[in-house]
C-alpha cells in the first residue's frame, strides 16, 4: 500500500500532539509489510508522517518540489530533513529549481500520482496560498486517489 501525505504547518503545540497521535494511529492500521509512505518530508505533519512510516516498519519515498526546496524550510528543520532523505528508498524530484507555490503544487501533483491513498492533515478550509492543503486535497479527489481527512474534533490553525 502506498500512502501519502499533504498537511498545514506550523500548527499550535496542542494541535500538533493531536495530529502526530492521529498520524499515528492512522499509519499502524496499515501492515508494516508493503507499506510505502510518500512524502516530501517538510516540517510539520510530512516529516511526522514519514518519521511514523519508519517506525512502523515501512519505508518511505520522497518527492523533491525543487532543487531549493531544503533551503526554503526552516533551518531548525534540517537535521531532521536530511536524515529522512538519506533513509528514502526512493527520490522523485520534478525537475524544478525554484521552491515556490507551482514548484509545491507540482511536487504534490507527483506525489499524488505515486500513491494509492492520500492523508490529509486539513482544516478543511480554503487554501492560504496556491499548492496549500486543501489544492492538493481537490486535485487528488479529481484525479480518483482516495484522500483521508486527519483533523482533530475542534483545532484550529490559530
Given at each position: 500500500m502506498r500512502i501519502g501525505i499533504t498537511?498545514?504547518?506550523g500548527l499550535p503545540q496542542d494541535v500538533e500532539k493531536a495530529v502526530r497521535r492521529e498520524l499515528v494511529e492512522a499509519v499502524n492500521a496499515y501492515e508494516p509489510t508493503g507499506l510505502v509512505g510518500v512524502s516530501c518530508i517538510a516540517d510539520g505533519p510530512d516529516a511526522w508522517f514519514a518519521?511514523?512510516?519508519l517506525e512502523?516498519?515501512?519505508r518511505i519515498e520522497v518527492v523533491?518540489?525543487?532543487e531549493q526546496y531544503r533551503a526554503g524550510l526552516p533551518d531548525w528543520h534540517h537535521p531532521a530533513y536530511d536524515d529522512l532523505l538519506r533513509r528514502a528508498s526512493d527520490v522523485h524530484?520534478?525537475?524544478l529549481i525554484e521552491s515556490d507555490s507551482q514548484a509545491h503544487m507540482t511536487g504534490?501533483?507527483?506525489l499524488v500520482g505515486l500513491v494509492d491513498e492520500?492523508?490529509?492533515v486539513w482544516d478543511g478550509r480554503p487554501a492560504r496560498g496556491y499548492g496549500g492543503s486543501a489544492d492538493v486535497v481537490a486535485y487528488a479527489r479529481r484525479v480518483g486517489v482516495p484522500v483521508r481527512v486527519l483533523w482533530p474534533e475542534g483545532?484550529?490553525?490559530g
Open positions: 498537511g498545514h504547518r518519521q511514523a512510516v512502523h516498519g515501512g523533491l518540489p525543487a524530484p520534478t525537475g504534490s501533483e507527483l492520500l492523508l490529509a483545532a484550529t490553525r
